[in-house]
């Protein structure tokens, strides 16, 4: 164990420090660079994308089990080889050259269409005669099925059978959703829709191993427990062994073909009561002895690969956590989180700023009247403005954060944000859902919206996403199905009286 520490000590202080400049050659003729030196490095990056689309082509094409293996294993080891362009490049022509044959789908949907269906009064009298006539129908339906599948479905299969092959198309998918946010190519869009549906079958529960990480884990495990904790990042060592000790829970979900690195893993502390504040969760020392412990609170859940976004490992993971700590603490009864709210001060600042630039007729004061003279009465020190909301604007959107050392100004902005931050959360959505990320997540995995908390993330992160404040989803073990249909179906979302009751009492008939 002393090893593994002293492992994890090296790999740590390797990640804080910062990686040498680039052994690169100059690209101008200062560096003594010769134009024929350009021209032999280009002929060899031509030669060696060649070689992979041959080994591309080679591994679809093939059948021979000894030339398919070596096949696949030449395309992968020559894909990580790559330029970011000849990636894009390769990943086009596989979106392309190797898509479904759509000239035979429509002359089999010619075929399908010319068929006569027999009469619904004779095919109830004679179901046995009838059964030969299908028989073109169960034709041509199968052929359609068949041909409906693009050629690249089959280097998708076989690389998942095949060693590495897993975090090998893991690695494919996020470099094709990092060329999509550059340019929105349809051919590549439906590539990445085939491989995520792929992804999504391959990586169901059944598939996957619930671990529960702790510090006698490998060296290698716990590392990546740090490089990818997105939400709170881990200090050092000793912010490690807090996270993974007593009065702490940490769970991933592990896949049998990326052995020892978690797909994503979740921290869960075990409190006496719902955590308003990151602090208390983060430095709560010594902690609540667990004995004692009523409340499982999720404070962080992280994703460790890019190229599984969008596939929702989280919902199944929180619910095997409810099951697995209901199972060994029979004395928690109550499951909830703290969340950030990443979006609300950018929907709150372009509020605020679109406000500004509408007109006398279609303008919406944010502020009521009462906020809005106390918040010019106490910012008189820190900002301008010949309105309330002008000077909301001034103050929320300055980096310094000038606002939150002020006691009487901090107290002045707590009620209209707390009140815009239950708006934000219950009312603004997207296609129906909720438009905060994070909210989306858990109502969609059946939480309820339980409470918003002042001042709960005084990070600098914390105050530039959401003026500091966080919020409890709460996880009700009983209605955690209903919730979820009732928002998937209808778009509603449970929240509880507390939060409902910033909203003026019209908006919440509204909602």
């Keep these: 164990m002393n090893k593994n520490r002293k492992a994890l000590s090296i790999l740590m202080r390797t990640r804080m420090r910062p990686p040498p400049p680039a052994a690169f050659p100059p690209l101008d003729g200062g560096g003594g660079v010769s134009s024929s030196s350009s021209q032999d490095a280009s002929t060899s990056f031509h030669t060696e994308f060649e070689r992979v689309r041959e080994s591309m082509h080679s591994a679809i094409s093939m059948n021979k089990t000894e030339i398919l293996d070596a096949a696949l294993d030449d395309f992968s080891e020559g894909y990580f080889g790559l330029s970011d362009e000849n990636r894009r490049t390769l990943l086009l022509t596989l979106a392309r050259e190797y898509d479904l044959n759509r000239i035979q789908v429509r002359e089999l949907m010619k075929q399908y269409l010319g068929l006569e269906l027999p009469s619904g009064d004779k095919a109830v009298e004679n179901v046995h005669e009838e059964e030969g006539s299908f028989s073109a129908f169960y034709r041509i339906e199968r052929n359609l099925r068949h041909s409906l599948k693009p050629m690249y479905e089959v280097l998708f299969e076989r690389l998942n059978t095949h060693p590495g092959g897993l975090r090998f198309l893991s690695i494919m998918r996020a470099d094709i959703l990092s060329f999509l946010a550059e340019e929105n190519i349809p051919s590549l869009r439906a590539l990445d829709?085939?491989?995520?549906?792929?992804?999504?079958?391959?990586?169901?529960?059944?598939?996957?191993?619930?671990?529960?990480?702790?510090?006698?884990?490998?060296a290698s495990l716990l590392e990546k427990i740090v490089a990818y904790e997105a939400v709170h990042p881990i200090s050092n060592l000793l912010d490690l062994k807090r996270r993974l000790?007593?009065?702490?829970?940490?769970?991933?979900?592990?896949?049998?073909?990326?052995?020892?690195?978690?797909?994503?893993?979740?921290?869960?502390a075990l409190m006496k009561n719902v955590a308003q504040t990151i602090q208390e969760v983060l430095w709560d020392d010594p902690p609540t002895p667990e004995s004692e412990a009523m409340c499982a609170l999720f404070y962080s859940i992280s994703s460790t690969q890019p190229g599984l976004s969008g596939i929702n490992l989280g919902k199944f993971l929180i619910k095997r956590v409810i099951d697995v700590v209901r199972r060994d603490m029979p004395g928690i009864s109550t499951f909830a989180t703290l969340s950030p709210i990443p979006g609300y001060m950018q929907w709150l600042l372009s509020k605020l700023a679109s406000v500004e630039r509408s007109g006398s007729t279609f303008r919406e004061n944010l502020l009521k009247p009462e906020e809005e003279s106390a918040l010019l009465e106490a910012a008189e020190e820190f900002a301008t403005g010949k309105n309330g909301m002008e000077v909301m604007w001034n103050l929320l959107s300055s980096t310094s954060n000038e606002w939150t050392n002020s006691e009487k100004l901090s107290l002045v902005l707590k009620t209209p944000l707390m009140r815009l931050c239950a708006r934000y959360l219950l009312q603004e959505k997207k296609r129906g859902k909720a438009l905060d990320s994070v909210g989306n997540f858990h109502l969609q995995n059946g939480a309820m919206v339980g409470r918003i908390n002042w001042m709960a993330d005084r990070s600098e992160k914390g105050l530039r996403q959401s003026a500091g404040l966080m919020v409890n989803y709460i996880y009700?073990?009983?209605?955690?199905?209903?919730?979820?249909?009732?928002?998937?179906?209808?778009?509603?979302?449970?929240?509880?009286?507390?939060?409902?009751?910033?909203?003026?009492?019209?908006?919440?008939?509204?909602?």
């Design 476 to 511: 009700q073990v009983d209605h955690i199905e209903e919730n979820a249909q009732s928002y998937f179906s209808k778009g509603e979302i449970q929240a509880s009286d507390e939060v409902r009751a910033y909203l003026e009492p019209q908006e919440n008939l509204q909602e």
């Design 193 to 218: 829709s085939y491989l995520k549906e792929k992804l999504i079958t391959w990586l169901s529960p059944a598939n996957l191993q619930l671990h529960h990480i702790t510090w006698d884990d490998s």
């Design 245 to 268: 000790g007593v009065g702490r829970r940490c769970f991933g979900y592990l896949h049998p073909a990326i052995p020892g690195e978690p797909l994503i893993f979740i921290e869960v």
